[in-house]
Structure formats: structure tokens, C-alpha cells
């Protein structure tokens, strides 16, 4: 993996294992649409227990990609998109790459096809 900061590669696996699980997505898109919520309003939303839904939060708080604040009695969790960012960079640098290499491939193909059949090469 090239990344230009020390521990991103730690970053994206923790980030990919929590996005693993479909409930965990729905997590996270709950708390994008929503901006904040505690674990109770999303258990609401969901078809698991509230402590299902803590235990996913955790995971997904380990992953860098949520954050839960005090705000009196109630814990309100967020969306934290640093590690998400960085997953993407990948995800980009990855793409990247693979278009390099399918570019070379049929540049070197393209290229072997016209030294098979020179004929090929003219529009006569």
C-alpha cells in the first residue's frame, strides 16, 4: 500500500473490517443523514437491540470513524470522516494503479497486434 503517512495502512484495515458488516454501514449512513444521535434513536432505525447497536458503535468508534460525546445523561454519536478520507485516498491510489497497468497492457497488446499483421496499421 503507498501511502505518504505512517499508520494509514492500520487506518484503512480497521476502517474496511468495520465496514464489513451491513449494520455498521447502516450506522454510518444513519449518522451521516442525521448528524448526530445516541445509540437509542438508532436502534429505533434498525432491526437490533440497543446494545447490539453500542457494540456496533464501538467497533466502528475503534475504526476512527465515529466518536460518541457526554451531552448530560446521553451519549451522542457523530460521524468522523478522517478516516474515511484516508480510506478513499487508497481506494483512489489503488484505481490509479490499476489503470496504469490495463493502459500498459493494451498499449503492449495494441502494439504486438500491429508487429503481427503490419497490414492492419493502414486505412487503404
Known sequence: ???????????????LGALADPT?????????????ATATTLAERLPVSRQAVVKHLAVLDAAGLVSGGRVGREVRY???????????????SLAADWDRRL???KRVAEAAEQEHDPGSARSD
Not at 500500500?1 to 476502517?15: F, H, L, Q, W
Not at 457523530?78 to 483512489?92: F, N
Open 78 to 92: 457523530a460521524v468522523r470522516p478522517a478516516a474515511l478520507d484516508t480510506t478513499a485516498r487508497w481506494m483512489a
Open 103 to 105: 493502459a500498459n497492457i
Open 24 to 36: 455498521r454501514r447502516q450506522l454510518l449512513d444513519l449518522l451521516a443523514a442525521q448528524g448526530e
Open 1 to 15: 500500500m503507498t501511502e505518504e503517512r505512517p499508520g494509514a495502512a492500520e487506518v484503512v484495515d480497521s476502517v
